[in-house]
């Protein structure tokens, strides 16, 4: 990275890629993208206030105006990136897993927030734009930044690694997502794995649950490790309580039991992300008593295992994202829930490829087996009869407009489903 286009990155407001939302004084980076070109808003970006702009198409630099041509605007930006947080020794944390991690980003931001000033990806921009984004934003104020990194594809985890250099991370669970851009599970396992290559490449440290034997499989035998899970070995163990729907459970580590905590979040997978989260604080040194209320304080948003009141219901909105794994740990939890009327309201899972009739399958035989009632919605769902299912609807629409001429009343209701599906639109019909 050239010292000038460093410098024009700290003398500017901060990064800028939309003319939508263009700060005064930021530097603009013109990003292509499937149906744009951001080169063509080059002009328009200096003439709205930014300071610089950086353009990877010839076509439109203009030499004799505020520009940089580079090769690749997406390049620039990740080595800009990685340039910027070289200027920082502080702990970075890198958040990777098919399932949970945004959660669970949030959950250690919590925690770690009672003590530190920490950066943290902003929703789930985890993606090879996004992480470049989140570390730009880091200034000398903050002590510890938490970076969430998704992937798709193979190698997605090792670029990301290579942009964060994350010198601290955690794999929340290795399952069956996006095995399209994988091909098989075998594909997933390998592209988590970059997180804790990376890691022992940094000389850094691991937080692993021990109660999961593909993450234990795969640990460097060489890395340092802080372990988090059931068992009285790890050095954060808990006991998850109650399901009421809302976790209740206990922690502990050296010289510290926690009371029975009432959490804000369903779902037994959402417990060991609280344990994980108790594993940063005890590592980082927050205080026990400060770790537990993090904990109980948390409150999820944007349908990540909400649990919503409605004058008929109550919701378990978990219709952000769906899975195999997830979809089995939500229906598992689900079914241990002792209330009298529940249903599932389940939608597809997609980007499963060849993989994807077998999964839906296995979740129908999972519904099933646990004697849950409920509907499906979608496709793939369509191909099944089973006495489990009360109705299958081709899409979000149809089942809401049944809803509406047969609405459900006094029970507990599980929205999960791909983001695609939209179940949320059904919050105000139950």
């Known amino acids: 990275m050239e010292k000038k286009l460093y410098d024009l ?12 939302s263009i700060e005064q004084n930021s530097l603009f980076v013109c990003i292509k993208g499937e149906n744009f070109d ?22 439109f630099f203009n030499p004799n105006k505020a520009m940089t041509l580079v090769q690749d605007s997406v390049q620039f930006l990740q080595d800009l990136a990685n340039y910027h947080r070289r200027q920082f020794s502080i702990p970075v944390i890198g958040i990777t897993g098919s399932n949970g991690k945004t959660t669970s980003k949030e959950l250690i931001n919590s925690v770690l927030s009672k003590k530190y000033n920490v950066l943290a990806t902003q929703g789930n921009l985890n993606n090879h734009l996004g992480v470049p984004f989140t570390l730009l934003r880091l200034t000398k104020e903050h002590e510890i930044a938490i970076i969430e990194m998704g992937a798709n594809k193979f190698k997605d985890i090792e670029e990301l690694c290579a942009i964060a250099e994350p010198n601290f991370g955690i794999i929340t669970n290795i399952g069956k997502a996006h095995l399209e851009g994988f091909i098989n599970f075998e594909g997933v396992i390998r592209t988590k794995r970059e997180m804790y290559e990376s890691v022992e490449k940094n000389k850094g440290k691991i937080i692993v649950n021990t109660d999961d034997e593909i993450l234990l499989a795969n640990l460097p035998k060489s890395i340092s490790t802080v372990s988090y899970g059931t068992s009285g070995d790890a050095k954060v163990s808990g006991e998850l309580t109650n399901l009421s729907p809302f976790v209740e459970m206990t922690w502990q580590t050296e010289n510290y039991s926690s009371p029975i905590l009432h959490t804000q979040m369903v779902g037994k997978y959402n417990f060991y992300n609280y344990l994980a989260a108790a594993a940063f604080g005890v590592e980082f040194g927050v205080e026990p008593e400060k770790i537990s209320e993090a904990i109980q304080e948390y409150t999820p948003t944007n349908n990540r295992s909400q649990v919503k009141k409605t004058n008929s219901n109550t919701l378990i909105l978990d219709c952000y994202n769906a899975n195999p794994t997830s979809m089995k740990s939500a229906l598992d939890s689900f079914a241990i829930i002792d209330t009298k009327n529940k249903y599932f309201i389940i939608g597809d899972m997609k980007e499963l490829g060849s993989d994807s009739k077998v999964e839906h399958a296995k979740i129908i035989e999972l519904v099933e087996s646990l ?8 496709s793939e769902f369509a191909q099944f009869n089973s006495q489990s299912v009360i109705l299958n609807f081709p899409n979000n629409k149809a089942i809401k407009n049944h809803l509406l001429e047969s609405p459900i009343k006094d029970s507990l209701i599980l929205l999960k489903g791909s983001r695609s599906i939209g179940l949320e639109i059904l919050e105000d019909v139950l």
């Open 38 to 59: 951001g080169n063509t808003f080059s002009e328009k970006a200096l003439n709205e206030g930014a300071t610089h702009v950086i353009v990877d198409n010839p076509e």
């Open 9 to 20: 990155f700290l003398n500017s407001t901060g990064i800028c890629t939309d003319t939508r």
């Open 371 to 378: 004697n849950l009632q409920g509907f499906t919605v979608g």
